[in-house]
Structures are given as C-alpha cells and as structure tokens.
C-alpha cells in the first residue's frame, strides 16, 4: 500500500510566477490536510479538505493561495504569484474517514524555493 | 484555542542516556496527543499517540509518552538514546469536533552523541 505521495519534491519558481503542488492520499483515506513548515518553525496547518469540499481553510492565506480535491485525482495546492516568502516545504497529510480519523499519514513534503 | 509548547529546541544527550523531550499542551477539550518524528529532509511519520485510552502509551523504536492531565503535559522519552535517534521530534493536538486539524509545537532538535 503506497503512502501519501508528493509531487513535485522539490519545485523552482521565479517571483510572479505560480506554483502547483500535488498530493495523492493513501489508498482509502478521503481526507486531505496541507501544512506549511517555515525555516526553525513547525508546521502551521493550512487547509482541510475532502473530496469536493473545503472543510476548513482558516490557516490559509486571503490571497493567492487555493486548494481543491476534485472527485477524480490528486489534490492541489496552487500559490498565484509567488513571493519570497512563499518559500517553505510544503507537506500533505491523509487520514481516513470514521474510525482512525485522527492518524494523519504525511508525505515526503514539497520544497518550494522563489528565486 | 489549542496550543502546543515543546521546552527546548536543542537538546543533547550521549548515547546510552535518558531521552526526555518535553510537550505540554493547552485545550478547553479532551486532546488527542501525537509525536512525530521528522528526519533531514523527510515528512513527518508518527511515533506514538494518545486518545483517552491508556494514559502510558509505547510507539515504536523504543518510545513512550505519559499523559499527565493535571500538568497538562505529554514529555516524550527513551531509556538509552541511540545514534538513530538524532532528529527533529514535533509534538501535536487534536481533537474530534475541531476540523481534526494538527496542532503543532516547534519542534525539538535532539543530537545524539558518540
């Protein structure tokens, strides 16, 4: 059983340009968590969400930043426009629906650097 | 609001010695507890958690946490470090109701040495 899979690892981008980043959860899971972690800081929750649906966005920023996680394929976080301060690992977590709900499985995370 | 504080962000000790990190937590409701354990340029995988069953909970690689409702704390140790064991340990909370979102502290940085 595969785990959680990220892609890119890691991810280039010029300020301006945009970003996408994707998550496959593990088979079985509906629930997709992103969190952000900065240089000597944890990881901040971002977004929740589950098939077709934002649960709860509220650590997301006002701009620039989406998330979804359509009926079919991998959920995507895009940032619009990067910034410098954009660069951060980005990491994916799943979890399963009902019993097991709280065990967040995380991926290998993506590095995004903005030159 | 939840929150988590971990005491230290560096902590060393010698091979051999007691691994103590430290977790206290702060929630209005029961918590679900978690460490994770984050090695350079990795994702997170999860040692050990709490969710109101047994308050001594074992994970893996020889790790044990005690959940101490009273001094709100969940500290995170190891009989005998292993050079294996230098890596970033973060601790979390949850709870049911709260959009099950992960809580984190900052992380601790613990060296292992010869």
């Known amino acids: 059983n595969a785990g959680v899979m990220q892609n890119p690892r890691h991810l280039v981008r010029r300020r301006g340009q945009e970003a996408r980043l994707r998550c496959s959860p593990m088979?079985?899971?509906?629930?997709v968590y992103w969190y952000r972690q900065l240089p000597e800081e944890g990881l901040k929750f971002m977004v929740y969400l589950q098939k077709e649906n934002i649960i709860d966005e509220s650590g997301m920023p006002k701009e620039r930043f989406s998330a979804e996680f359509p009926k079919e394929g991998p959920s995507i976080l895009r940032i619009q426009q990067v910034v410098r301060g954009d660069s951060a690992a980005y990491f994916c977590?799943?979890?399963?629906?009902?019993?097991?709900?709280?065990?967040?499985?995380f991926g290998p995370g993506t590095r995004l650097t903005v030159t | 609001a939840q929150s988590v504080t971990q005491l230290g962000s560096h902590v060393s000790v010698s091979e051999g010695a007691l691994v103590l990190l430290r977790c206290n937590y702060s929630?209005?409701?029961?918590?679900?507890l978690f460490w994770y354990v984050q090695y350079p340029n990795q994702g997170l995988q999860l040692l050990l958690k709490y969710t109101s069953a047994a308050t001594l909970v074992k994970g893996i690689n020889g790790f044990e946490a005690e959940f101490k409702k009273s001094e709100t704390s969940f500290h995170l140790t190891k009989p005998s470090a292993h050079m294996s064991d230098a890596a970033e340990y973060f601790c979390a909370v949850s709870y049911q109701g709260g959009s099950e979102k992960l809580v984190f502290g900052k992380g601790t940085k613990l060296t292992v040495n010869p």
């Open positions: 088979k079985g899971h509906s629930h």
């Open positions: 977590a799943s979890s399963p629906s009902g019993t097991g709900w709280y065990e967040q499985y």
């Open positions: 929630s209005s409701v029961p918590p679900y």
